[in-house]
């Protein structure tokens, strides 16, 4: 039985005549492991994540965590995709407080103080009694992102969380996300389309062919880079390289980056 935290096993899967996921698909990632999917748009990388999730199921092998299949969707598994997934009908803070829901390992006080932690931690706490129809997009997903980090979930699925946000907002997710995952001991897959945001998150960045999706390089930024990322990291020397480096594997995918 293979021993890492998450695992895909020999995983395919099939859309109808479209293969997304090349036959045999094997990966790894290591339990409070930051791990990065990069590639072409179409890939399958979010399939992939998706069926980490319980969203989707392999047309073939399997997905274990700790050595068990996944099944549906639990709370171990806090996902936040591209689009908009606040509840309508729940207010700001309503929406975060519903991610809370199960902890009853909390006592109401401190799902209070995380509600608030995290809805200030994406800058929103002044609009906790607004309808998410009030707000814009970009403070929508910010919801998502709240309601998500307040879960406490121990696997993190994200899709593109950051790319409606602002440049500022943005960095200082990265930072927070990057904090969450060491302090609470987070297992994160994470997609991107941003090689710099890869390079400066990641533990690792796999990069994906085109469709059917196939892993054509595995690189360990941590090995490279270090643990610790402070902001000024971006403007040294080996960030450049490697986010040339991924740019370059990206081109040879067929897909470029977006």
């Known amino acids: 039985m293979n021993s890492s935290y998450l695992a895909f096993d020999r995983v395919t899967k099939v859309f109808g005549d479209i293969q997304v996921v090349a036959p045999h698909f094997d990966l790894n990632v290591e339990r409070n492991e930051f791990v990065v999917f990069l590639g072409p748009s179409g890939c399958g990388k979010t399939t992939l994540m998706r069926m980490v999730g319980g969203l989707d199921t392999p047309s073939g092998g399997e997905i274990l965590i ?5 099944g549906a969707p639990d709370r171990r598994r806090g996902m936040v995709f591209q689009s908009y997934s606040s509840f309508p009908w729940l207010t700001v803070a309503q929406n ?19 509600r608030d932690h995290y809805l200030d931690l994406v ?8 309808f998410p129809n009030r707000v814009s997009g970009g403070m ?28 500022q907002r943005r960095e200082r997710l990265q930072l927070e996300l990057r904090a969450i995952q060491k ?18 998150l990641a533990d690792r960045v796999v990069v994906f062919s085109k469709r059917p999706a196939r892993v054509i390089a595995d690189i360990d930024i941590t090995e490279r880079l270090g643990a610790d990322r402070p902001l000024e990291l971006r403007d040294g020397v080996k960030f450049f390289e490697l986010r040339n480096e991924l740019l370059r594997l990206l081109r040879h995918a067929g897909g470029g980056h977006e």
């Open 96 to 114: 975060v407080d519903f991610g809370m829901r199960y902890r009853d390992d909390l006592s109401e006080d401190e799902k209070l103080a995380r």
């Open 123 to 130: 800058g929103l706490y002044e609009f906790a009694d607004a």
């Open 183 to 200: 302090r609470d001991a987070k297992t994160i897959i994470f997609v991107t389309h941003d090689v710099e945001e890869a390079v400066f």
């Open 140 to 167: 929508r997903q910010r919801v998502a992102i709240a309601r998500t980090l307040a879960a406490g979930s121990e696997v993190l699925l994200m899709d593109e969380p950051f790319g409606a946000l602002d440049a």
């Open 66 to 70: 700790e050595g068990k299949p996944v």
